[in-house]
């Protein structure tokens, strides 16, 4: 507990340092942004370990970032550090304190294509570029199945991003990205006796995402795809993988409705993900929401389960409440069957557990 008030002061002070040196550091040649967010949670279960979360309530979650931008002219330089604690997942064994998150080098064009190189946000999805920006996100993280935290989705490329947007001006309107290059993340197994994580590289990646914006304000589709070469660094093995994705991002009025659909097509399997939410504003500071998460797996080419099985299936509500634009309180409460957990788990008896999180997120 005192270390994480500590965490949560220095982070106080340090987001507070950071607003008066974004005040100070303009010029007419140039301009420094210093942005920042912090959300703390306090999370429990009724005993099945999932991302950190377990019987014993814990305050040791955290998502915090700085981001430090400098602007001039058409050019633009972007770097993001970022902390994160999971409670007791050992995803937090692979990771610093704190770490370099995007590191990238953006040019705009005059006909409006953008060019990023570096450490980029993949455009991919819904909340992939927001994942952990407590502020804009209607439940502590983002859906888990189709965005994991730091496994199989990665948040970021080493590579280059370009985009551009076609009939800006219409109401229809269609944004264009693809990018390549390669990146870091994790892969678990629950099959074996013990539960294990081992560091994947993908490489030789390219994708690309599309959102057309319809007439009707407030409402977009999009489209998604991806391939690349996994490698593990453990063993040297590798697969071929290739994703599809669709998403449906809808508010209009009052209401709020999201769903994304993705394949993941492995070498070996194919995993297939998909969830939905639905929300209602009754007033300007208050929402509620609700979240529904399939994922299974077909075509299993291992000695162990089935060839065909659900990997989780989720369902969780949330009461979200604005203090502030920049100051939102959530309370959440989840019901789970699958085995997307922290230890050893078969489908065929798939552990059915509960989780809360209450949490505060502040953003500048």
């Not at 050992?90 to 990238?104: G, H, K």
């Not at 370009?162 to 990146?183: K, R």
């Not at 539960?195 to 977009?220: F, M, S």
């Not at 788990?345 to 989780?355: E, G, H, K, Q």
Request: no cysteine; glycine share 8%; hydrophobic share 40%.
């Amino acid at each position: 507990m005192r270390r994480m008030l500590a965490a949560v002061a220095g982070s106080t002070a340090l987001l507070t340092i950071s607003i008066h040196a974004a005040h100070g550091q303009t010029a007419d040649d140039g301009r420094l942004a210093i942005h920042g967010y912090l959300t703390q949670g306090y999370a429990i279960s009724d005993g099945t370990p999932f991302y950190g979360i377990r019987g014993q309530g814990s305050s040791d979650f955290r998502y915090a970032a700085l981001q430090f931008r400098y602007d001039k002219s058409q050019n633009g330089f972007l770097v993001q550090v970022n902390h994160r604690r999971l409670g007791r997942s050992p995803i937090t064994e692979f990771e610093s304190a704190v770490n370099v998150n995007w590191a990238f080098y953006e040019r705009r064009a005059a006909n409006g294509t953008t060019l990023r190189a570096g450490r980029v946000p993949v455009p991919r999805g819904i909340y992939n570029e927001q994942r952990s920006i407590g502020v804009v996100l209607p439940f502590y993280r983002a859906p888990v199945i189709f965005y994991d935290e730091g496994a199989y989705f990665s948040e970021t490329i080493d590579g280059l991003v370009v985009s551009h947007t076609f009939w800006a001006d219409s109401p229809w309107n269609l944004e264009t990205n693809a990018y390549g290059g390669g990146w870091s993340l994790l892969a678990y197994d629950q099959s074996g006796p013990e539960y294990v994580v081992n560091r994947v590289r993908a490489e030789n990646a390219i994708g690309a995402q599309l959102w057309l914006a319809t007439p009707v304000e407030g409402v977009r589709v999009g489209a998604a795809a991806q391939t690349y070469r996994w490698e593990s660094l453990s063993d040297g093995s590798t697969q071929h993988v290739t994703e599809y994705q669709a998403s449906l991002d809808a508010t209009i009025s009052k209401f709020m409705v999201r769903a994304e659909t993705e394949l993941m097509d492995f070498e070996t399997d194919d995993y297939y993900a998909s969830y939905v939410q639905g929300g209602y504003s009754p007033t300007a500071k208050l929402s509620f929401v609700a979240q529904a998460e399939y994922a299974y797996e077909r075509d299993w080419n291992f000695p162990v389960y089935s060839r065909s099985f659900d990997w989780h299936k989720a369902i969780g509500v949330s009461a979200v409440y604005r203090l502030s634009p920049t100051l939102v309180l959530k309370a959440e409460h989840h019901w789970n069957k699958g085995i997307q957990v922290e230890q050893p788990a078969d489908p065929a008896s798939a552990p059915r557990f509960t989780y809360s999180i209450f949490s505060l997120s502040t953003s500048f």
